[in-house]
């Protein structure tokens, strides 16, 4: 199976301006997660969509913002950029399995954006 | 702020040692997972635990759970160069978020 792809993998943008960023999950997922790497916070959730719908939201600004189509692929979008978006942002989706909430994530490569 | 918090911060030792990283957090959990991250690339899963687990093995790698401590650590036997990478613990912190720990640098020397 193919992994977990993700558009585009490097992205400059100027304060002010927004981005969209895309996530292909594993043929079969139907749960994708979005994360923000940076040195200062480290990993942090965003949010997490299952079946077009957002189930888990992470304390982001309303900023911030997902949406996931039928197939599964999600988007995800940041609107009036600030310095401190520049970070690695991380997509993975997953299968559910009997009595775990999180299952194993299968990441995909990142997206780093870069905020001018 | 994190939930969990990996110790050391970083770990440097030779090819064939092993690596123990131990990662402590706050609140009750379901179940806990170590990945591993490459230079700034994706993240790899590596073992899940459930709470109801107090030891699991995966190949060279041993992580053991004591959620009286609230705490897990990830033993690496027999370290190769291609370990060297940043390793992180995950909780399901009242089920609705996964929840990275600050992470452990390895660095194994040849």
């Known amino acids: 199976k193919a992994g977990v792809t993700q558009t585009p993998r490097y992205l400059i943008k100027t304060r002010g301006q927004q981005v969209t960023l895309s996530c292909s999950p594993i043929?079969?997922?139907?749960?994708v997660s979005w994360y923000q790497q940076t040195p200062g916070q480290g990993l942090q959730f965003l949010f997490e969509?299952?079946?077009?719908?957002?189930?888990n939201k992470g304390n982001f600004p309303g900023r911030f913002s997902g949406r996931q189509f039928s197939n599964s692929r999600s988007e995800m979008n940041v609107s009036t950029l600030e310095l401190g978006d520049s970070a690695l942002y991380l997509c993975a989706s997953s299968l559910p399995l009997a009595g775990v909430s999180y299952n194993e994530q299968f990441f995909g490569p990142g997206t780093r954006l870069t905020v001018l | 702020s994190q939930q969990g918090e990996e110790d050391p911060q970083a770990l440097s030792i030779q090819e064939g040692e092993n690596a123990t990283m131990n990662c402590s957090y706050k609140?009750?959990?379901?179940?806990l997972q170590w990945y591993r991250q490459n230079s700034g690339r994706g993240l790899v899963h590596l073992i899940l635990?459930?709470?109801?687990?107090r030891e699991k093995h995966s190949g060279r790698l041993r992580v053991t759970l004591d959620t009286s401590k609230k705490s897990s650590s990830l033993l690496i036997t027999a370290s190769r160069a291609a370990d060297t990478a940043s390793y992180f613990c995950a909780t399901d912190a009242n089920t609705d978020k996964l929840i990275f720990g600050t992470g452990t640098r390895l660095q194994v020397f040849p």
């Open positions: 969509y299952f079946s077009e719908t957002q189930r």
């Open positions: 043929s079969g997922h139907r749960s």
């Open positions: 635990i459930r709470s109801n687990e």
């Open positions: 609140t009750s959990i379901n179940n």
